[in-house]
Every structure is written in C-alpha cells, then in structure tokens.
C-alpha cells in the first residue's frame, strides 16, 4: 500500500505556470509506475501523464505535449508534473496515481484509469482568463 498526497495547486492567469508535487509513503516508491490525471466539471477523469519506475520512459496526453512535463525523484519519494502555458481549459481536479502492474505502460492500455490502484485526494487547478 501507499499513500499520495498532492500539493502545488491553485489559481493561475492563461499562460502562467505550476509546479505540482505528490509525495508517496508506505512503499518503496521507485517500484511504482507513476501517472497524472485530471477531471474537469462535467467530464470524466482523463489521463495526463505517466512516467515508468526509472523516470526513463515518460508519456503524455495529446492535448498537453510540449506544455507539461513529468518527473520523478525516487530519493524523495515525489513524482512532479510542471505545467507551463496553462489554458483555461486546464482547469480541472489532478490526482496523482500509482501502480505496480507493468500493463499500465502496454501500448494497448497506456493511459488508463484502470491500471492504476492507489490515488491521491486530488487538488484544484483553475485558470482564469
């Protein structure tokens, strides 16, 4: 089991930036798969981004490429997702998630809520313009 806790939300002008951070406990956090995933009102929860155990392999949602960029540090156990040029449309819960199953990096099921087991509260970003 493991425990995530989000920080680094809030309210942002168009174009500004964050620095979201989730730190993880009760696990060696470098076995975890690490992914980010957002639910803005009215929608279901979209994936973000992912990045493998070893921080080598990162993926992104296509409709934040070239904008976010996930990280991990596994000395500290915190997983980040630095989100620059952010749009309104961005305004959305993020939830930091953690798996163990290596399918959530397959190509058939990358992405997917439903790889993932473990999650944080989620934290608010809005961005006004």
């Known amino acids: 089991q493991v425990q995530l806790v989000e920080s680094g939300g809030g309210l942002v002008q168009a174009g500004g930036s964050l620095r979201l951070s989730c730190a993880a406990s009760g696990r060696t956090f470098s076995s975890y798969v690490m992914g980010w995933f957002r639910q803005a009102p009215g929608k279901e929860r979209e994936f973000v981004a992912g990045?493998?155990?070893?921080?080598?392999?990162?993926f992104y949602a296509d409709s934040v490429k070239g904008r976010f960029t996930i990280s991990r540090d596994n000395a500290k156990n915190t997983v980040y997702l630095q989100v620059n040029s952010l749009k309104p449309e961005d305004t959305a819960v993020y939830y930091c998630a953690a798996t163990l199953r290596p399918s959530a990096l397959a190509r058939a099921t990358n992405g997917s809520w439903r790889e993932y087991d473990y999650w944080g509260q989620g934290i608010q970003v809005t961005v006004s313009s």
């Open positions: 990045i493998s155990r070893s921080g080598g392999s990162t």
